[in-house]
């Protein structure tokens, strides 16, 4: 298996563009997570899915974020518009099981907003 | 819901000394505690777990203890050498409404000097 696959590695936008970051999961993983990290706050959960349905968005900062996994094989991360603060690096991860059992993480995607 | 704290933030042993790193949770409920290394500009790998139906775990230089009554766990490297040198981070799963989810502490950098 070749992993949990995100796409950009590096994304670099000016502030008030829209920013789309994918990722892949492992194929029958049921579980996927959306992390943001930085050096300040950390890994920091933005939002999981359980068999593509949202569960807890409680993370996400506010309305500019929205994430979407349309099926089990797909989901994206979107910020519309991005600000400077956006920057982080952006971590999807995958599991069979959920909480209970451990994750993959993705490569990450970097995302600078200048 | 489910809190995760983790001592101390910076670490510095030389090379062949032991490192402990230590991680309490709130929630008694939490049944699964998995350990994470990220060195410098990767991915979060999971390097060992325990369940709570264990006390302690091991794997070549790694161990981990659970104390269940005291709700803490700690990650042990003997023989410490420079390559061990990465951010570890502790988790625990969050129960009820968050049951899917693995909450981390905050990372502990550990740096090997040779």
């Known amino acids: 298996d070749a992993g949990v696959i995100q796409s950009p590695r590096h994304e670099v936008t000016e502030m008030g563009q829209e920013v789309t970051l994918r990722c892949k999961p492992i194929?029958?993983?049921?579980?996927l997570f959306w992390y943001r990290q930085t050096m300040m706050r950390g890994l920091e959960l933005l939002i999981y899915?359980?068999?593509?349905?949202?569960?807890?968005d409680s993370g996400m900062p506010e309305d500019r974020f929205s994430a979407k996994m349309p099926n089990a094989s797909f989901s994206t991360l979107k910020i519309q518009p991005s600000e400077p603060r956006d920057s982080a690096v952006y971590f999807c991860?995958?599991?069979?099981?959920?909480?209970?059992?451990?994750?993959?993480f993705g490569s990450g995607t970097r995302l600078t907003v200048v | 819901g489910e809190n995760v704290e983790q001592h101390p933030s910076t670490l510095s042993v030389q090379e062949g000394d032991s490192a402990v790193i230590k991680c309490t949770y709130s929630?008694?409920?939490?049944?699964?505690f998995p350990w994470y290394k990220q060195e410098l500009g990767k991915r979060p790998q999971l390097i060992i777990d325990?369940?709570?139906?264990?006390g302690e775990k091991k794997d070549q230089r790694i161990a981990v203890t659970l104390n269940k009554t005291a709700k803490h766990f700690s990650l042990h490297i003997t023989e410490t050498q420079p390559e061990d040198s990465a951010v570890y981070f502790c988790?625990?799963?969050?129960?009820?409404?968050?049951?899917?989810?693995?909450?981390f502490g905050k990372g502990t950098k550990l740096s090997v000097k040779p």
């Open positions: 194929s029958g993983h049921d579980y």
């Open positions: 929630d008694s409920a939490s049944n699964y």
């Open positions: 899915f359980n068999n593509n349905v949202p569960i807890d």
């Open positions: 991860a995958s599991s069979l099981g959920g909480g209970g059992y451990g994750y993959t």
């Open positions: 325990i369940r709570s139906n264990v």
């Open positions: 988790a625990a799963n969050g129960y009820g409404g968050s049951q899917g989810n693995l909450i």
